[in-house]
């Protein structure tokens, strides 16, 4: 009997060893998958036709199983990532019947890693919302509280590895899509930096150099073993991170030492969850037993760019074609109109506008190793309560996610972690920001801080087993 809260990593090793097959990983995944999915509503596409089609393949490939860092692994890819011959719905009614011409490069290169393919996760229209909702897709659960919402957009991907339903996932984060998702959900998720990871072959960037994709786990471990599959450039592509100096998942095993850590624990956008606040300074105690320095610092990011991001997230939804507008979420709706109202030259100037605000942040953070803020102002929300209504969802939106978006726009890597639970059960995240390009030491201290604060034994409420 597989144990659904296995590791990537461990799955791999046991399969090295004899003890589980791939053919088992598969179905005992699909089997829970199918189980407990109606209710949690991760998955919209379940690829058990393909999950078998890989394990084949890989158990005819058994003499290069060592070649391949995946092998075995059992993955879902998010449905904003284009698939051969598996739906990419986006999300929406638009799209719902649409098969992509090419598939994307990570997709490519998790499946030559021997992972295999368990189905795609559900997201909000076009990723626009924090949560998962309001679109084609299931809504998102949250599996430590039903009532509650996964997160967005990458909410579907975040409630399958918290719930057991596959080890690894990939998102993507345009404003705070991986971290927040992987912060409600009480587990791990990275948004690389700028060009770590390609977007090839279907387009150079997306939301002007906002967005990436990314991984989702239960452990930094995962996270960094996932990392190490999917990163690196394609020739052409408008931005190339430098590759690192050793593999990703060999930096889990560095500890690092009398580190110098920035923290920031407020916003002029919105008040900070009372039990988000407490949970935030308990991290930096933490951080400190380890022998750090944390500095709080007067520096409020999320209010010096706020007004770049809304304008050019808003310009990446509206530039998406669409059959029928009507048809496209009311909420997702208010964001697609307003991008439509931008002028070309508008758009140029924000985007010159947001390098040179995010220069002026990366400066001020230069004399520190690293970033300490809550990953959200509040824990998740309530399924159907986010925005209150959807013309106020441009004004709402910031007021949550006023710690993540900043770092999509200055490119620079930053992670969550599991930092505790409020007083209703419900996860809270630490995010921590790097260095530009600077996983490596990021990975280095979150898996530092996860061993000196464990989480892993903590499993939700749903599904009950």
Request: aromatic residues 8%; hydrophobic residues 40%.
């Amino acid at each position: 009997m597989i144990d659904p809260f296995i590791e990537g990593w461990q799955l791999r090793d046991l399969i090295a060893k004899g003890e589980i097959r791939p053919r088992e990983v598969a179905e005992f995944f699909l089997a829970r998958i199918e189980r407990v999915n109606p209710t949690l509503g991760a998955y919209i596409t379940v690829t058990a036709d393909r999950a078998l089609a890989d394990v084949t393949r890989l158990e005819a490939s058994r003499k290069e199983a060592g070649s391949m860092p995946l092998y075995g692994v059992a993955y879902s890819l998010k449905d904003l990532t284009p698939t051969i011959g598996i739906p990419t719905t986006l999300g929406s009614r638009n799209y719902a019947h649409n098969l992509a011409p090419m598939e994307a490069v990570i997709a490519q290169r998790l499946s030559r890693a021997g992972g295999i393919l368990l189905g795609k996760t559900s997201t909000p229209e076009f990723g626009g919302r924090p949560t998962t909702e309001g679109g084609l897709c299931p809504v998102a659960h949250n599996p430590w509280n039903l009532e509650y919402n996964a997160g967005g957009s990458s909410g579907g991907a975040a409630a399958a590895v918290a719930a057991g339903l596959g080890p690894i996932a990939e998102g993507s984060d345009g404003g705070g899509s991986i971290r927040g998702p992987a912060s409600n959900c009480g587990v791990v998720g990275l948004k690389p930096s700028r060009g770590r990871i390609t977007y090839a072959p279907h387009r150079g960037e997306a939301w002007g150099g906002f967005a990436t994709r990314g991984p989702i786990a239960r452990s930094v471990r995962d996270v960094a073993m996932m990392l190490d599959v999917i990163a690196g450039p394609v020739t052409g592509d408008p931005y190339w991170a430098p590759p690192p100096s050793r593999p990703f998942e060999q930096a889990v095993g560095i500890i690092p030492r009398n580190l110098k850590l920035a923290s920031i624990a407020t916003s002029k956008l919105g008040e900070v969850d009372a039990e988000v606040a407490k949970a935030f300074e308990s991290a930096c105690s933490a951080m400190r037993e380890m022998g750090h320095q944390v500095e709080p610092i007067d520096l409020d990011p999320g209010a010096m760019l706020v007004d770049c991001a809304r304008i050019l997230i808003c310009v990446g939804i509206a530039a998406i074609p669409l059959t029928n507008p009507e048809w496209v979420d009311p909420v997702v709706r208010e964001m697609y109109e307003f991008g439509r109202k931008v002028s070309g030259a508008e758009y140029v100037n924000l985007v010159a506008t947001m390098h040179n605000i995010a220069r002026e942040i990366v400066e001020q953070l230069d004399r520190f190793d690293g970033l300490l803020t809550p990953t959200m102002t509040r824990p998740a929300m309530r399924n159907g309560t986010f925005p209150s209504k959807p013309e106020r969802y441009l004004d709402e939106l910031w007021t949550w996610i006023a710690f993540e978006y900043p770092f999509n726009a200055t490119g620079q890597p930053a992670i969550t972690l599991p930092a505790g639970l409020s007083s209703s059960g419900l996860p809270i995240g630490l995010q921590i920001a790097g260095r530009p390009n600077g996983e490596l030491e990021l990975l280095s201290i979150a898996a530092a801080f996860e061993t000196a604060r464990p989480w892993r034994h903590l499993r939700p409420p749903f599904p009950k087993d």
